[in-house]
Structures are given as C-alpha cells and as structure tokens.
Nanobody, 126 residues
Framework: QVQMIESGGGLAQAGGSLRLSCAAS????????VGWFRQRPGKEREFVAA????????TYADSVKGRFTISRDNDKSTVYLQMNDLKHEDTAAYYC???????????????????WGQGTQVTVSS
C-alpha cells in the first residue's frame, strides 16, 4: 500500500459540486486499488467509492451512486472524487486509501490498507 494525501474539501451548498484529490506520498498508485471513504460526526468510517488497479472498474456506495465519480491518473499518482448534487448528509471528513484489491477497500479492512491520512473536510449547507 502507499500513503495518500487528501485535498480539495471545503464548503458547498446543497446541489453544488466539489472535486477532491488524493495524491500518493512517497510512492505510486499504479499497483493498487484506491478508494474514498468518509466519516461523519459520531459515525464509523464508511466506504464511498473505489477504483481497481488495472481495469479501472469503479464501485460506489448506494448513497452516492449516480452523484459521485471516482477516477485515477496513474501518471500523476493521483485519484479524484468528483462530487455532484451534494446533499447535507454528505458532510463528513473524506479520506482516501490504497489496497491490493477493491474488496479490502469496500470492506474498510484496515489490516489490508495503508495508514490513514489527515483527510479533508467537506461541509454541505442545506
């Protein structure tokens, strides 16, 4: 796994958009599946989206399907999360992480993921 650094969070209005970025620190993302996660106040960290390492197959949580899009640029070792039609309930700290397979990301299997970064805060006003 490779450590990731998140950026791009901020304040948005409901119905608006934000784009998060996640860059590899001290390595490359090419060998790994990469995912986005979020943690709302008082809640456990949850899976949001993932993109596989080779085929680029994407997977989404039902709550964001159709609104969020994950993509990756292996040359820049960066993964993006385009968030459209934001809702108040999308307010959370967002994290990205890498793993050997999408399965570990979907299940937030910390034993098979890199260390968590600082995250980036997204706040959606209703």
């Amino acid at each position: 796994q490779v450590q990731m650094i998140e950026s791009g969070g901020g304040l948005a209005q409901a119905g608006g958009s934000l784009r998060l970025s996640c860059a590899a620190s001290g390595g490359t993302i090419s060998p790994y599946a990469v995912g986005w996660f979020r943690q709302r106040p008082g809640k456990e960290r949850e899976f949001v989206a993932a993109i596989s390492r080779s085929t680029g197959i994407t997977t989404y949580a039902d709550s964001v399907k159709g609104r969020f899009t994950i993509s990756r640029d292996n040359d820049k070792s960066t993964v993006y999360l385009q968030m459209n039609d934001l809702k108040h309930e999308d307010t959370a700290a967002y994290y990205c992480n890498s793993g050997a397979a999408t399965y570990y990301l979907q299940n937030v299997d910390a034993e098979h993921l890199a260390s968590w970064g600082q995250g980036t805060q997204v706040t959606v006003s209703s």
